[in-house]
Structure formats: C-alpha cells, structure tokens
C-alpha cells in the first residue's frame, strides 16, 4: 500500500523568506502523481502544485516550486517569498496513475504553516 | 456551478440518527471523490465515482455508510445510526476525467455526533 509521510508537523517563516515543506512517500509504481494543497481555515482544500512522476523537469507554480527525487521518493514543497496568506495547513498527496484506484488520493499528515510579518 | 458545493456546511445529529450530506460538483466534471477528515486520522479517501459508478468503494469504513450520484452530478453520502466516531469533516471533490490536474474541493460538511 502506498504511505505518504510528512515529518513536520509545524513550520514558521518570516514573511518574504523562503521555506521548504518536505514529504515522502512509499510506492511500488513507476507511474503516478504527487500534489501539494493548501487548507485554510475555510476548510476548502485548493491546489498548489502537481507532478507527474514520469516528468523529470520540476514543477514550478509562481513562488511555489517542489523539489522532485524520484529515486529517493522525496517530493518537497518550496515557498519563495512568503506572504501572510500562505499561512495554513500543507498536504502532500500521492496519485497511482492508472487502475480501479486512480481516483483515490493517500495524503500526508499535513504540515502547519505560520507566517510571521 | 462555479465550484463544488456541499451542505449542509454544518450538521449536528443525535447519536443513532441517519444523516445525508449533499455534494454538488462542478459542471461537467464525470469524476467525483469523498474524502473524511478527522483528527485521530487525518485524511481518508470514502469513495469514488466516475460518472454514476463507483469504482472504488473500499474507503466505506462500515455498512453504516453509503453513497449514490445521480445524472452523473449531484451526490449524497448517507450515514445510518451514527456513532460519535463518525464526527469529522467530510470533504467532497470533483474532476475532469480521470483527475489527473488534480481535484477541486469543496468547503465540507462537519458533522458532529453528540
């Protein structure tokens, strides 16, 4: 069965610095999908960034880039010039891409993120 | 709609009552998930459909629970005699095909159990 752990519970940041969220996971595919979201207060769970584990390339949104080791099963979440809205719980989830089970996402723990002005 | 949609947004029951939660995903979208979240167990998958189908039931944690969609949109997750345990947060999502952009959430329902 496939885990996804998230090792810190809690993480702080000045605003405008930089911080890294790590995740790992444990899979026997080749191929499959890695997704970090982000879940405010509002309960709304919205995405932030995907990989495609066949892409080597890292994917980038703005200031959001991950940090993809495929061989290592490392996939974390760097936040580059942090604003008070980033302020919320990140998940890492993982994707198989093919099978009955596609539809099933297995998430992290979730990592707390506050955001100091 | 504009987004997916889920009520009630809050729901408190009595223990050994049947409750329904309603999801309303975004329009067009074939795929839909549910999704519990709880303290003790963080992120769980429930179920979901492609379409009216359910491929993948095996998150139902009991027979308690059950869901339907209808017309390929709206869905309910019904949960008959409910325990205190089953008080959480449950999410509902939905996708294009088969989700590989990912999955839009709505804002959940939380229920609790008293």
């Known amino acids: 069965a496939q885990t996804v752990t998230q090792s810190q519970p809690e993480m702080s940041v000045q605003e405008a610095e930089t911080v890294t969220l790590s995740c790992t996971y444990d899979t026997s595919e080749s191929d499959y999908y890695l997704f970090w979201y982000k879940q405010p207060p509002s309960r709304q769970m919205i995405l932030v960034i995907r990989q495609e584990a066949y892409k080597q390339q890292n994917a980038t949104e703005n200031r959001f880039s991950v940090n993809f080791q495929k061989a290592a099963k490392s996939f974390s979440l760097k936040i580059s010039d942090s604003q008070l809205g980033d302020a919320a719980m990140y998940f890492c989830a993982y994707r198989r891409a093919g099978g009955t089970s596609y539809g099933k996402l297995t998430f992290g723990q979730g990592t707390i993120l506050t955001v100091h002005p | 709609g504009a987004g997916v949609s889920q009520s009630p947004s809050n729901k408190v029951t009595e223990k050994g009552k049947d409750v329904e939660l309603r999801c309303d995903p975004i329009?067009?979208?074939?795929?839909l998930y549910w999704y519990r979240q709880s303290l003790g167990q963080g992120l769980e998958f429930l179920i979901y459909?492609?379409?009216?189908?359910?491929?993948?039931k095996s998150g139902l944690p009991s027979d308690r629970f059950s869901a339907e969609r209808t017309g390929g949109s709206v869905s309910t997750l019904t949960i008959q005699r409910t325990q205190q345990e089953d008080s959480a947060v449950y999410l509902c999502a939905s996708s294009k095909g088969r989700g590989a952009d990912g999955y839009t959430f709505g804002s959940g329902t939380r229920l609790t159990v008293v």
């Open positions: 329009s067009g979208h074939t795929a």
């Open positions: 459909f492609q379409g009216n189908s359910a491929p993948d």
